[in-house]
């Protein structure tokens, strides 16, 4: 079952969703694009093992969700062809980023891209690559938009915008 929450880390209240499975629960809000789920208690192995595989600025930007005992994370989405959005410093504050400032961080969209014949041995002979270099930037409370970009949702506008 599924159901509109408050986002903890945001306080937004109509892009956070609780998804209810039998022996927990999993959350991810489409406004800050922070995610988490019941089995993330303090000190947990599923919220070790989620640190140990995530980058160092999505450790850093974790939150601890008192209300719920919880910790969240910004996501990173890879869907493959469709390419990835992650989250990463703020190109234009670079020089004073904080990775444990939450203000500082913003989404990047990277496209999947082909690889020129006569440039692909450059990339181990692979014929497609995450164009980071030309990642699309998005703001972020601006998560949802870069998911409509992605196009992973469709026909469905953010608070009716």
Request: aromatic fraction near 14%.
């Amino acid at each position: 079952m599924e159901r509109v929450i408050v986002c903890p880390v945001c306080k937004d209240s109509d892009t956070c969703f609780e998804e209810m499975q039998e022996h927990f629960s999993s959350y991810m809000c489409f406004n800050c694009g922070f995610m988490s789920d019941t089995r993330y208690r303090a000190g947990s192995v599923e919220l070790l093992d989620n640190l140990n595989q995530s980058p160092q600025l999505v450790q850093d930007l974790q939150y601890f969700d008192e209300a719920k005992g919880i910790v969240w994370f910004p996501c990173v989405i890879n869907m493959g062809e469709l390419g990835i959005i992650y989250p990463d410093e703020d190109p234009q504050d670079k020089a004073s980023f904080k990775a444990t400032d939450k203000k500082n961080y913003v989404w990047k969209y990277a496209k999947v891209a082909e690889i020129p014949e006569e440039e692909r041995a450059k990339y181990d002979n692979y014929d497609k690559r995450l164009d980071v270099e030309n990642a699309k930037v998005y703001a972020k409370y601006e998560f949802f938009k870069a998911c409509q970009d992605m196009g992973i949702i469709k026909d469905l506008d953010k608070k009716g915008k």
